[in-house]
């Protein structure tokens, strides 16, 4: 009996079936154990949900059938400044609000990257980023994406991750600038962006589900108990919110609740960015999961998650 037993109980263990109280507490320490909270963070592209609301992009200049929206994921083709009227060409990516980026990457087109210039020892692109007024611009040490050209003894590199730390805090606008080093405009002409990600870091722990009237949804995906700490909504300028009923401190195994804002200053025509937050702590180890939602002036929410 006992042979049977203990199979049957690690088989209801793995399948979460049992509450995390059961056995003395031993379900939820096992489902802790397999499934810890700090296993649950990874990175997230903003950019892989986008609508014409959102984000804004803006350039110096672009080649006809060849606007800044082709470097969104998912979308065909590539931005080119072909034709220009002059050199150090951008394109500038606003957010809406200010967001805590952990990596932005973006790529060029290979074969349009000439050598040298696109070799380990410089980069054709440049990236700044921004909130507010304030300028903040990346570490120079980003991870490369390179390619061998010929006989040439560095590769050539077409492809950039840049890490954005902590300390770097929310940003609202990212700028991808082609001039630099020994440039021109017959050479910034060639280049062809192809692609652009925005990464941030949430967990999947929580579930966040924004809905109408300016209510989220929180999912609890594991198998025990998590304290949760709903933060502040981040809104763009002049837009306010304001927590209709208190959340609820602790949030069951596999079980879901709703939290109400109520948002004023929307505008009642377009949409706005909201970013939502939420915490979930469990013996000493917090992650945050985070969600982004475009609300028009009727309460009608979109979500980018």
């Known amino acids: 009996g006992g042979a049977l037993v203990l199979p049957m109980l690690l088989v209801a263990l793995e399948a979460r079936v049992l509450p995390p109280h059961a056995l003395f507490g031993a379900a939820g320490a096992?489902?802790?154990?397999r499934h810890p909270l700090t296993a649950t963070v990874h990175q997230v592209d903003i950019l892989a949900t986008t609508t014409r609301d959102w984000p804004r992009l803006t350039a110096s200049h672009s080649a006809p059938g060849h606007p800044p929206s082709s470097v969104l994921?998912?979308?065909d083709g590539y931005w080119s400044v072909e034709g220009a009227p002059g050199p150090d060409n951008w394109l500038r990516i606003d957010l809406g609000l200010p967001l805590p980026l952990s990596e932005v990457s973006y790529d060029f087109v290979p074969d349009s990257v000439p050598a040298p210039h696109g070799s380990l020892l410089w980069s054709p692109g440049s990236l700044t980023a921004q909130r507010g007024s304030r300028v903040y611009h990346p570490p120079?040490?980003?991870e490369e994406r390179t390619r061998r050209v010929g006989d040439g003894f560095?590769?050539?590199?077409?492809?950039?991750?840049v890490p954005i730390p902590d300390s770097a805090g929310p940003l609202d606008a990212l700028r991808i600038g082609l001039g630099g080093f020994a440039t021109d405009t017959a050479y910034e002409e060639q280049l062809r962006l192809r692609e652009v990600h925005v990464?941030?870091?949430?967990?999947?722990?929580?579930r966040l589900h924004p809905e109408d009237r300016g209510r989220l949804r929180v999912e609890n995906t594991t198998g025990r108990d998590l304290a949760l700490d709903v933060q502040p909504?981040?809104?763009p300028e002049g837009v306010r919110a304001g927590l209709v009923d208190p959340p609820p401190r602790v949030l069951p195994a596999r079980s879901s609740t709703v939290i109400r804002w109520r948002l004023t200053g929307v505008p009642s025509t377009g949409r706005v960015p909201v970013a939502?937050?939420?915490?979930a702590s469990e013996d000493g180890h917090t992650v945050t999961a985070r969600c982004l939602g475009l609300?028009?002036?009727a309460g009608r929410t979109q979500s980018l998650c």
């Open 154 to 161: 560095f590769p050539e590199a077409y492809g950039w991750d």
């Open 233 to 235: 909504l981040t809104l």
């Open 73 to 75: 994921p998912g979308h």
């Open 199 to 206: 990464r941030w870091t949430t967990s999947d722990a929580l």
């Open 140 to 142: 120079v040490s980003p």
């Open 295 to 297: 609300v028009d002036g």
């Open 276 to 279: 939502y937050a939420v915490a």
């Open 30 to 33: 096992y489902d802790a154990w």
